[in-house]
């Protein structure tokens, strides 16, 4: 079957699905390049993903280990395999809904391990040139917010691709890891110019955080699989990038858009 | 419990430390834990960092915040055995 070269931020992967199943629902979920327009593009990496893999969804949990010169990632419904020079990786899926979670998983994987940036639990909105964060556990309202939000761009729903990009800051993207809200518009990217933890409340308020407390509140809405204390410890000095780069607010809302009153 | 005061102490060497405007951030890559210190805690954490003996920390304490040494010991020692509980301090060998 024909590979498909997909583009997710900054990065090119050269995938080659086993299953017709799989190409659609790549080709439906990711920005497609063509060959001849990636002519001369070296991709990033080489994903060989199968079905027929596993059993159904069991849990999000995911047992990481590293043997054999890769690290192999597996949930009951999805294993992924990553050689050690992350150029070529290998995924096994049961349903669309493991392959939408293991490419989540491949690419958290991929841009710590460069360090280049981090896959944030959270939705993304642009405002007059400027991404605004908000990020928060499941029901915490991302998904509310990104309604509330709209006509504003979208950027995420769900997962928000972040670039950390030295003293200059941090930029979001277009994310293709999308809950519901399906309003792609390409591979956009916005300067990140805040970062909102989001608390359902009667009161409209925003409550700007010190640089510890927004760094609490950020690491555990990092999508991340740790497979060794070394690519851990990236996490933690990305996520320092990010906090030194972007102020962080508790957000105090109604499910009402008079938030934006307080944030632009 | 701690009772040398000459007794000095490291970060486990999975623990990576932030200071972020004068507030301190631990992470422990281990367990993906990360605990963030009050103004006390980073008061010691500065006397850890400098390598100074427990005792040279409780002096720290006395002057910062005008207690007595009683006070000033407890709390070091109940922080430094803290940290070591959750893994993240350990005591270095004696110097010679």
């Known amino acids: ?264 | 419990m701690i009772t040398d005061a000459k007794v000095r102490y490291a970060w486990k060497e999975h623990v990576d430390l932030a200071e972020l405007d004068g507030e301190v951030v631990l992470f422990d890559a281990e367990t993906c834990r990360v605990t963030k210190l009050n103004e006390l805690g980073g008061l010691i954490w500065f006397g850890l960092r400098d390598n100074e003996d427990v005792e040279g920390i409780i002096n720290g304490i006395r002057e910062q915040y005008d207690v007595d040494r009683e006070t000033a010991t407890n709390d070091c020692l109940r922080f430094i055995r803290q940290l070591q509980e959750i893994g993240l301090l350990e005591v270095l060998p004696a110097e010679a």
Request: charged fraction near 25%; aromatic fraction near 12%.
């Open chain 1, 1 to 264: 079957m024909k590979p498909l070269l997909i583009e997710i931020a900054e990065h090119l992967f050269r995938v080659r699905p086993a299953a017709e199943w799989v190409r659609e629902w790549l080709a439906g979920s990711f920005a497609v390049r063509y060959e001849a327009e990636a002519d001369g593009l070296e991709p990033h990496m080489t994903v060989d993903i199968e079905d027929g893999c596993g059993v159904p969804f069991a849990g999000y949990d995911v047992d990481v280990r590293e043997e054999e010169g890769a690290t192999t990632y597996r949930r009951a419904d999805y294993f992924i395999r990553i050689d050690s020079s992350f150029r070529n990786a290998h995924i096994g899926v049961y349903d669309a809904f493991a392959l939408k979670h293991a490419m989540m998983n491949l690419y958290s994987a991929y841009i710590v391990h460069h360090s280049w940036g981090l896959l944030v639990h959270s939705s993304c909105v642009v405002e007059r040139g400027r991404a605004y964060l908000f990020s928060g556990y499941s029901g915490a309202g991302k998904s509310t917010v990104a309604k509330l939000s709209m006509p504003r761009q979208l950027l995420s729903d769900e997962a928000t691709i972040v670039k950390l990009c030295g003293p200059g800051g941090a930029i979001a993207f277009d994310s293709p890891f999308r809950s519901e809200l399906e309003t792609h518009e390409g591979n956009r990217s916005y300067p990140l110019h805040g970062v909102y933890f989001l608390r359902q409340s009667q009161q409209v308020l925003n409550k700007p955080l010190s640089k510890g407390e927004g760094f609490l509140c950020l690491t555990d809405k990092v999508f991340y699989w740790s497979r060794n204390p070394q690519e851990t410890a990236k996490i933690f000095r990305l996520c320092r990038r990010l906090i030194d780069s972007t102020p962080t607010y508790d957000l105090y809302f109604q499910k009402n858009d008079s938030f934006w009153e307080m944030i632009s």
